[in-house]
């Protein structure tokens, strides 16, 4: 089974440009999450979707929208990519939000 | 603020135990989790405490006191493999994951 995926596995992005984070999953989970993750730091929420239809601001929601029109797939964007969004993005599900997350194997994201 | 304490860094040789710390403040309380992470790798789910006491799972078990904010995660018999960051996880009162920065745990021959 798939589980999560993520695309791309890495990228270099302009500042400026804007990128699509894509996320899939296939366990049918109510609940999908978007975290970043730097050096020192834990992992923090940016935002996350408790159900299909719904989405909900994290911790550090600025720079980034997301949508989530099916079960399956909540893909975040970054509008205008600025340096500071250089980071390794999870993308997270779990079947209810008080449920165990499982994670996606990440994209590494450089804007320059 | 909410905060999650852990070491960041921890050596351990190879057969031997190690403890990792974690202690927490949170916004309501509504779980514990560890997970681990290999280099270049996704957080993988091993341990969740809700109540008070000792979860074992085969060489790892977890340890919550909740009355202190305080959680440990016990590796038995480490192995190269469990060269490995631990990441310690709080769910808070709105249901979110509060995470530490991450112990970087070395194994040596």
């Known amino acids: 089974t798939a589980g999560i995926t993520q695309a791309p596995t890495s990228q270099i992005l302009a500042a400026g440009r804007s990128m699509t984070l894509r996320c899939t999953q296939d366990?049918?989970?109510?609940?999908m999450y978007w975290y970043r993750q730097d050096l020192g730091l834990g992992l923090r929420l940016i935002h996350y979707?408790?159900?299909?239809?719904?989405?909900g601001k994290g911790e550090v929601p600025d720079g980034y929208s997301v949508s989530r029109a099916n079960t399956d797939d909540f893909p975040l964007t970054l509008a205008s990519a600025v340096p500071s969004q250089t980071s390794v993005y999870f993308c997270a599900s779990s079947d209810r939000a008080e449920d165990t997350q499982y994670f996606g194997p990440g994209t590494r994201l450089t804007v320059l | 603020g909410q905060n999650i304490d852990q070491p960041t860094e921890m050596t351990a040789t190879e057969g031997a135990i190690v403890q990792i710390n974690c202690t927490y403040q949170t916004s309501g309380f509504n779980g514990l989790f560890w997970y681990q992470q290999h280099a270049g790798e996704a957080p993988t789910f091993l341990s969740y405490?809700?109540l008070d006491g000792l979860e074992e799972k085969g060489r790892f078990s977890s340890f919550l006191s909740r009355s202190k904010g305080y959680s440990y995660l016990l590796l038995k018999e480490l192995q190269m493999k469990d060269s490995a960051s631990y990441l310690c996880a709080v769910r808070d009162s709105n249901y979110q994951l509060i995470w530490g920065a991450g112990t970087k745990l070395i194994i040596k021959p």
């Open positions: 979707s408790n159900t299909a239809g719904t989405t």
């Open positions: 405490n809700v």
């Open positions: 366990m049918r989970h109510n609940a």
